[in-house]
């Protein structure tokens, strides 16, 4: 069975997931803990950074490393289209999606939790203790902002990077007006990354994710309630409905992750 090394709230990884349920895998999820659980991750793959996936003896890291091994192992549903032009502009939409919402999704996100207590400790862990809860979301804003800052987080970082999901997903919801995907009429490889990548933005309604039902729904002020890019919002709601499969449906793909344990 496949073994996906992962965070339930990371974005590259709901982009693995997505297209291992594009393509119909099983897996089993393994949550990786923030340290002593990326020392496991490094042990095997000889980098830090999730998601990792395990087949066999056979170990990769990177989300498109993954994908690109993924089609290659288990060709059935491919991802990556054989015309030349649909190829390039899936090939350019994927790297781009990694490099723009990827990373910039996380700075918003900093940004609106540290502004928000309440939607700051719903993020956290749903076995977290209430006394960790009121402890976190008591943090004043300003130190948050004096943290992000050293990491660069910063308040213009975030703003720059709020600025620039906007033009995307403006970008994204006029290519999906009169296209049902982004490149041509079956979803590619660009479409997944760029739908499991937008996990932060805005996260799913459906239960597709181990997490607290308070977070269901929620994402970035300013994005994820923005009439303006609904078109997105709902083109993503459509093909999970129709390819990402939910928590529990079949006892492994998608049930609650296992935490790893270091010997
Ligand atoms: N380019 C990588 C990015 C992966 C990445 O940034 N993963 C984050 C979680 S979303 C991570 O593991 N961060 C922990 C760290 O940097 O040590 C990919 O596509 O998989």
Redesign the pocket.
């Known amino acids: 069975m496949l073994e996906l090394y992962q965070?339930e709230?990371?974005?590259?990884?709901e982009?693995?997931r997505l297209i291992l349920d594009y393509k119909g895998l099983d897996y089993r999820k393994i949550e990786?803990k923030?340290g002593v659980g990326?020392l496991e991750?490094f042990k095997i793959s000889g980098q830090?950074?999730?998601?990792v996936l395990k087949d066999g003896d056979t170990v990769i890291?990177?989300?498109?490393?993954?994908a690109m091994y993924l089609d290659k192992t288990y060709p059935e549903k491919p991802l990556i289209p054989t015309e030349p032009k649909q190829r390039a502009l899936c090939l350019l939409m994927e790297e781009w999606a990694?490099e723009s919402i990827?990373?910039k999704s996380?700075k918003a996100l900093y940004g609106a939790l540290s502004q928000n207590p309440s939607f700051r400790t719903s993020f956290l862990p749903n076995q977290t203790p209430d006394l960790l809860k009121n402890i976190v979301g008591a943090v004043p804003p300003e130190l948050l902002e004096l943290v992000g800052t050293g990491v660069g987080f910063g308040k213009d970082e975030i703003k720059e990077a709020k600025d620039a999901l906007k033009q995307d997903l403006e970008a994204l919801s006029l290519l999906l007006v009169d296209n049902p995907y982004l490149v041509g009429d079956t979803p590619c490889l660009a479409d997944l990354a760029v739908a499991g990548l937008s996990l932060l933005l805005k996260i799913p309604t459906g239960s597709y994710l181990d997490l607290s039902e308070e977070l269901k729904g929620k994402g970035i002020p300013g994005l994820a309630d923005n009439s303006f890019y609904e078109t997105f919002f709902e083109w993503r709601d459509r093909l999970y409905a129709d390819y990402r499969k939910p928590l529990d449906s079949n006892g492994t793909t998608g049930s609650s992750p296992q935490s790893i344990q270091i010997d």
Do not use: E, F, H, W
Request: glycine residues 8%.
């Open positions: 965070v709230l990371s974005q590259y990884s982009k693995v990786v923030p990326q991750v830090t950074k999730v998601p890291g990177d989300s498109t490393a993954i990694d990827g990373i996380r």
